[in-house]
């Protein structure tokens, strides 16, 4: 056995202590750091090929690994756009260049330009919803874009959907056919009128008037009209024809639509787009005319004064009209192991060929988890442990220590020999 190599192997097993150290300053150091993922180092030895009567000592070798798959505990915070995730998801996030990379760190605030960044300076990509809903790539980051909330200044949409749920009189009397509003005559009679406000592609406010006349028992017409084609004075006849009509067959022994009632009215906006109106839940009972709910999509040119973000990562804008919008969605990336994701300063991780290709998806499927507003993600470094580490450690260390110190003694003894 050489001294030598008593020594060699001390000395690695200082290092590897001193390593041991070093990922415990880091998690003490990172203690309160959202998202963090504890440091840990995993030894394994080294040995060397020896004879039959002799025996050379070896080393240490340290593997550094964070725990990045484990779930921290989630703290309330009163920002909005302070996101954690429950589950084993990452939130992708670029970096200055623009490249994307993978995080938990999810204290986002809009900077300047009005995107979400978090404390490190990452911004938070999601996919737009205009026109319509994304077409995610599973295996890649195509479509992601960097999340803008000053975009969100002034907007506009077209009325396209919306319900009307009223009843109408049973026992009111019904119209010939020369004084219906659709005949759009000075002599027009209705037995019931109601208004709605649509919106056009450029956000102006079309008022409809829709009038509803029975025509036979159980038999209704409805008409809509644009309200600016109202005379001046009295009610018809307007400046232009209806812009639809439609026949409403009730059931006399249930009040409800007939199965071969149509069930819907499209109305096509002058400038706008068409204007489903739901009018399945239309009842006619023996009360009168009553107008339960009604609803229509679309709004006004408007500033989003108020930003929410649901458990699936849609992030909804609330304008100054009350009318509530998705217009972004936020997805989470995943890997088969995240343990080997490689780390980068700021808290943000890269896949490796150790890890698995990124996969990305939407919260709420598989194992990605939820996303969680107005929470952080706490860190994973239990202070206590990482103090009974460091005591570990210290102990570890001397003891190496003390053999180097016995190697070198033996080595002095030797070289005195010969005096």
Do not use: C
């Amino acid at each position: 056995m050489s001294l030598y190599g008593i020594m060699r192997t001390s000395v690695s097993g200082m290092s590897a202590q001193a390593n041991r150290l070093a990922t415990v300053a880091e998690n003490v150091a990172n203690v309160n750091t959202n998202g963090y993922k504890r440091a840990s180092r995993e030894f394994s030895s080294l040995l060397l090929q020896t004879g039959p009567g002799s025996y050379e000592s070896g080393s240490i070798n340290t593997t550094i690994r964070y725990d990045i798959s484990g779930q921290g505990s989630l703290l309330s915070t009163t920002s909005v756009t302070d996101l954690a995730i429950s589950g084993d998801g990452f939130f992708v996030v670029s970096d200055p260049s623009g490249s994307p990379v993978l995080t938990r760190a999810g204290a986002f605030v809009p900077n300047g330009d009005g995107e979400l960044v978090n404390a490190a300076g990452f911004r938070l990509m999601g996919y737009r919803l205009s026109p319509g809903q994304p077409s995610i790539t599973v295996n890649g980051y195509t479509g992601l874009e960097n999340i803008n909330l000053s975009e969100l200044a002034l907007t506009a949409s077209a009325s396209t959907e919306g319900n009307l749920v009223a009843n109408l009189p049973a026992s009111a009397t019904a119209v010939a056919a020369p004084d219906l509003p659709s005949a759009n005559g000075a002599t027009a009679t209705y037995t019931a009128k109601s208004s709605l406000t649509t919106y056009d592609n450029l956000g102006g406010e079309v008022l409809l008037d829709l009038f509803f006349t029975k025509t036979a028992g159980n038999t209704w017409e409805v008409a809509a009209f644009n309200k600016a084609d109202a005379p001046t004075t009295g009610e018809f006849p307007y400046a232009a024809g209806p812009l639809t009509t439609a026949t409403l067959d009730f059931d006399p022994t249930t009040g409800g639509l007939s199965a071969a009632s149509a069930n819907a009215l499209p109305v096509a906006i002058p400038s706008g787009s068409t204007l489903n109106l739901d009018l399945s839940q239309m009842t006619q009972l023996a009360t009168g005319y009553t107008v339960l709910a009604a609803n229509v999509n679309g709004n006004a040119p408007s500033g989003a004064n108020v930003i929410d973000i649901g458990r699936d990562g849609l992030v909804y804008a609330t304008y100054d009209n009350g009318t509530r919008v998705p217009v972004y969605r936020i997805p989470l990336a995943h890997v088969t192991s995240p343990d080997r994701l490689t780390p980068l300063p700021g808290n943000v991780y890269r896949s490796s060929a150790d890890s698995g290709n990124v996969e990305i998806g939407f919260a709420q499927t598989g194992a990605l988890g939820d996303i969680v507003s107005s929470a952080l993600e706490q860190s994973t470094v239990d202070l206590a442990n990482e103090l009974t580490s460091m005591i570990d450690a210290q102990r570890s260390y001397s003891a190496n220590s003390k053999v180097f110190q016995t190697g070198s003694e033996l080595m002095d003894l030797l070289v005195n020999l010969k005096r």
